[in-house]
């Protein structure tokens, strides 16, 4: 890809380490760890094949769905079909299509205005809903559909007055951080985080979704000489909490919390989980965590503790990012994998690994990503670890390219049952 992605940003953070070396609780986790039988289609289907298998279709800058903004809902709605009828070829299971990437919808919400994604302006009707055309057809094919939801990030660019009129952001810019460049909601005000759980809960009450979904943004990612600005939250809201970070990793622990509760209440079995940036913490920093280098650490400076959320049960399954190869010296792929399994072990959350289909032949890319097995040896070694579930891959357009025959190397040597 030629644009600048979320898994582009997170590989650079950890690309810039040589350098910088300096549902139910049980029951919703239960059918995640052991997939059951998927629905049986008017084609009459078999059962699904174990494990979860799956793709990320982002939206967000028109990544990889729709194409383009101001595309006709014929036309947008067979691009999407065209996605998801890659997925059952390739023999995967689930989707994870993004419907909330900037504070806006993909369906017809009370709280948001539709995305720009879809017409080019923000808050014009774009005629359809691409959420229920999205979930009918997704089941059409046996497949799961996940909505994935950006809590926080408001927009990409930093003009408030672009927003839609009416926007929550320029109703309530007291909400408003911005930062590198961008419009972030303030995740320490307890009136953001409720809103922002009502936002997605709609999508959730309203449609018939096979899970909830996050990615790595909490906090957002570090920008070089800039401070997020949450002091007046901070001084507001911050109780007893003497240090900053501690109150940030508090309020999206709450956040976590919070959200699952409310998805188990509104829609009981079905599971919540987050695809978080790979690295929590690095072994130098703290014995708990892995023998990598990340120039970025979750718990530090995205102030999201997925660790505990893991041990804890506070979500039903999670997908770190491991976006490197094997051997990659500073996060080896195989360190990672280890890592996030022994975190998930004891513990009723299922285990998937987040794949990087998008820097196969790359020619930015170490030697590794120009070999057409590499991701084919990912699975190999992930087979190696009984609390693997299976794996997702980042992006579908990738998963559609099949760069290299990598793609299809997958399938044939894995996929085949």
Known sequence: MGRITRRRLASAAVGTLAGALTLTQASASARWTERAPAR????????APTGTRGMWIATVANIDWPSAAGLSPDEA????AALLDVAVERRLTTVFLQVRPTADAFWPSPYEPWSALLTGTQGRDPGWDPLGFAVREAHARDLELHAWFNPYRIAQH???GRLAQGHP???HPEWVVPYGGQLFYNPGLPEVRAFVQDAMIHAVESYAIDGVHWDDYFYPYPVAGEAFDDAAAFDAHGGDFDDLGDWRRHNIDLLVREMRERVAEARPGIPFGVSPFAVWRNKSTDPLGSDTRGGVQTYDDLYADVRTWVREGWIDYVIPQVYWHIGYAAADYATL????????EGTDVALYIGEAVYKVGDPAQPEAWQD???LSRHLTLCAEHPRVGGNVFYSATQVAS???GAMSRVVDDHYRD
């Open 77 to 80: 709605g067979a691009e999407l």
């Open 337 to 344: 994998v280890a890592w996030w399994a022994d975190v998930a």
């Open 40 to 47: 049986t289609g008017a084609n009459g289907a078999a059962a």
């Open 158 to 160: 930093g003009d408030p």
């Open 402 to 404: 099949d760069p290299l």
């Open 169 to 171: 952001a320029r109703v």
């Open 372 to 374: 057409a097995a590499e």
